[in-house]
């Protein structure tokens, strides 16, 4: 008799079971599905904490690109040195232990012969000016140094000045001051006749607390991005240099991006260098506003005399760049000129 109950089901029955089925399957259909899983994942890796400028470039660098691609791209971020830090960026990048890594030029001397142009005292006094110059040499000239990568845009630092544990009034009160810096920052001091301490930045909070520095050679957004305010109450205003950054992807992987992303990818290197020098050179005035209210530091410039001495010492650098360039095949006169013809035109 079981048999009968099993196989006997009502023609009603039988009826709004299949209604049911279709009404599920049309319920299925209609109903919003999450956004499509993005067709293609990239690791973007960077060296410092993640409120400081390189880190905030990246993450609206990101939103844009998944904006744009319409959720085709998902761009995971990883600040702080969480997938590659400062010494690594480069190499990992080029091996692909990351599709994407922000680089500071300057941790790397020798490496870059003719983008290190912008590590030269030439005088920037914005970082929208230097970024859109450094963007734009780039672009224009490509040069061989980066053919091991895809550069995705280029920006600088704010110009650096003298965050101190004591006031610096002269090139004397330099004098064998311990002060961390790198690549052509260092260099600056070492010819004003500091002791530089080179290391990235992200390493800077250490060797301050350690008392391995006495001040450092950057610009002033860190006050607030690393708290260097609380220990550095000292600011000299010197604007001897900005520091180039890159932000480079490994090349199989750009290459096995469909061409609307690539060009999405392209279309943003111009408009990212502008946007970060725009929000940096605001953030910088953010940073020296805040630290003055938080831990009353004080802000004077090198005065005139002192800067004209600086100035005048600092002119054998470019003179040693332009040496290093030209022996590997740039002609570093004309790239020189370009750079001044650049910031004539952007820097005012
Ligand atoms: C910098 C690097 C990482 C985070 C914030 C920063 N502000 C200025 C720089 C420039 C730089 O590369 C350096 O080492 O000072």
Redesign the pocket.
């Known amino acids: 008799m079981q048999a009968t109950t099993l196989t006997a089901m009502s023609p009603v029955r039988t009826l709004s079971l299949m209604l049911t089925a279709i009404a599920l399957t049309a319920i299925a259909c209609w109903w919003p599905t999450p956004a499509a899983a993005a067709e293609v994942s990239l690791s973007y890796a960077n060296?410092?904490p993640a409120p400081?400028?390189?880190c905030i470039q990246m993450e609206r660098w990101a939103k844009e690109v998944e904006t744009r691609t319409a959720g085709k791209v998902d761009i995971q971020t990883y600040p702080g040195s969480t997938l590659l830090g400062a010494k690594n960026m480069w190499s990992g990048v080029i091996q692909g232990q990351a599709d994407i890594g922000c680089i500071?030029l300057?941790?790397q001397p020798g490496v870059f012969p003719m983008m290190s142009v912008f590590e030269q005292p030439v005088g920037f006094t914005s970082a929208t000016a230097a970024s859109v110059s450094q963007w734009e040499l780039y672009a224009k000239r490509q040069p061989k140094e980066f053919a091991r990568v895809k550069v995705l845009t280029m920006f600088t630092?704010?110009p650096?000045n003298i965050m101190c544990k004591k006031p610096i009034s002269s090139l004397d009160d330099l004098k064998g001051l311990e002060i961390r810096?790198?690549g052509g920052?260092s260099k600056v001091l070492e010819l004003l006749g500091a002791t530089p301490v080179s290391m990235?930045?992200?390493e800077?909070p250490e060797a301050l607390q350690k008392g391995l520095i006495k001040g450092?050679l950057?610009?002033f957004?860190?006050l607030k991005?690393?708290n260097f305010a609380e220990h550095l109450k000292y600011q000299t205003v010197t604007n001897f240099v900005v520091?180039p950054?890159a932000v480079i992807m490994n090349l199989d992987s750009y290459n096995a991006l469909s061409p609307d992303v690539k060009k999405v990818l392209d279309e943003l290197g111009a408009e990212q260098a502008e946007w970060t020098g725009k929000y940096l050179d605001a953030h910088v005035r953010e940073s020296i506003e805040w630290s003055k209210n938080k831990y009353g530091i004080e802000v004077a410039q090198l005065p005139a005399a002192e800067a004209a001495k600086a100035k005048q010492k600092l002119t054998v650098m470019i003179d040693g760049w332009k040496t290093k360039a030209e022996a590997k095949g740039i002609a570093a006169d004309d790239v020189l000129a370009e750079v001044l013809a650049l910031k004539a035109k952007y820097d005012h």
Request: aromatic share 22%; net charge negative.
């Open positions: 060296f410092p400081t400028f390189p500071s300057a941790y630092s704010a650096s810096a790198s920052a990235p930045a992200s800077a450092i950057s610009s957004d860190m991005d690393f520091y950054f």
